[in-house]
């Protein structure tokens, strides 16, 4: 009986400590002024961070031209906010995560469990398919606490031409960012 019951308590906690990490936040108006990029740790020695380059300046350029439309100015280090963002790439069958820019102790295992629910298991298309999700983190570079968190999915196809990636990637960040209010 009273393994039952510690089952029972282990599996609410897990239950609940998954179902907590949001997948939208907006904690109103956010005051800053710079922004900054994730410091990604070390990574030579990893497989396949060199074919990752190109597709981390692509979204890294996106979101810069974005946050500097909205008045905010880049740094490369230490701005008053810092931005992290996630890759989640699925299909049918799999769904795995690119954390590079993400940072450290963060939850993009679920984050990226969610994504895997909403497109493989409840999304109901027989046919093969890929789709590629970016999330987008605000985090407070002070308090490290996440003022904003948003994402969005597009279909990932074969193939084509890079003009249109880029189209694709910056109507993602801008309908990522679309409510990202900044205190004047």
């Given at each position: 009986?009273?393994?039952n019951l510690t089952i029972t308590l282990m599996l609410l906690f897990f239950v609940v400590g998954c179902a907590t990490t949001p997948t939208r936040v907006q904690s109103g108006k956010i ?154």
């Amino acid at each position: 009986m009273k393994n039952n019951l510690t089952i029972t308590l282990m599996l609410l906690f897990f239950v609940v400590g998954c179902a907590t990490t949001p997948t939208r936040v907006q904690s109103g108006k956010i005051t800053a002024q710079t922004f900054s990029f994730v410091q990604p740790g070390p990574s030579a020695n990893l497989r396949g961070v060199e074919q990752r380059k190109p597709i981390h300046a692509a979204i890294q350029s996106a979101i810069r031209e974005n946050l500097e439309a909205k008045g905010l100015t880049y740094q490369p280090r230490g701005g008053d906010i810092t931005v992290a963002y996630l890759m989640i790439v699925g299909n049918n069958v799999s769904t795995k995560s690119v954390a590079d820019y993400f940072g450290y102790g963060r939850e993009y295992a679920d984050l990226q469990d969610k994504a895997h629910q909403k497109i493989a298991v409840d999304g109901r298309n027989p046919n093969y398919f890929e789709v590629g999700t970016l999330l987008i983190d605000l985090i407070d570079s002070g308090d490290q606490s996440l003022q904003y968190r948003n994402y969005a999915y597009r279909e990932l196809f074969k193939d084509l031409p890079e003009e249109t990636r880029k189209e694709n990637l910056q109507s993602a960040v801008e309908e990522i960012l679309a409510k990202l209010r900044l205190a004047k």
